[in-house]
């Protein structure tokens, strides 16, 4: 590709993986293959699950072996969740290198740094990594002004009201 994009969707607000689930839409319109790779919500997250549909053009991976979000489990099931959510964080820096997907959308990977399941060293060796892709999108409640240098595009998501 002759131009790459990182774009990280952040903040408390809710809607982060919504607006990566719209680029994705947008991207596979456009013929590009997509690669979406979900972090610490478990295996049963349901926010890309309309997304199945479009496959193989989008395809969808979850390393987590949990049924619930990591933020939920036990100090124990943690602790032997966190070897999955790593064997993923390695997948996505394959995928990033083969140049295998056009768009890469790596769910939640600010919050791997944040939870202590990697360490910021290595997220910003993935943002890096020389891939022949299209666009980088990633995920998370908090961006570390560390990771900032290595975005192109940056989305802060504020919650102004929830009534819910």
């Known amino acids: 590709m002759d131009t790459r994009v990182i774009q990280a969707f952040y903040g408390q607000g809710k809607g982060k993986t919504s607006a990566a689930v719209g680029q994705a839409l947008r991207e596979a319109g456009e013929g590009q293959h997509i690669t979406v790779i979900q972090f610490l919500k478990g295996k049963v997250a349901d926010e890309f699950q309309v997304l199945t549909r479009l496959e193989p053009d989008i395809q969808i991976f979850r390393f987590d072996q949990s049924e619930v ?15 999955n959510i790593r064997n993923g964080f390695q997948f996505a820096k394959k995928v990033i290198e083969t140049g295998e997907s056009d768009v890469i959308i790596l769910d939640e990977l600010l919050g791997l740094a944040d939870l202590g399941i990697v360490q910021i060293e290595d997220l910003k060796e993935l943002l890096r990594l020389e891939g022949d892709y299209k666009k980088l999108i990633i995920t998370g409640s908090e961006l570390s002004e560390e990771l900032i240098p290595y975005i192109d595009v940056i989305c802060e998501i504020i919650l102004r009201k929830d009534n819910t």
């Open 69 to 83: 979000n990591y933020c939920d489990l036990s100090f124990q099931e943690k602790e032997e969740e966190k070897q």
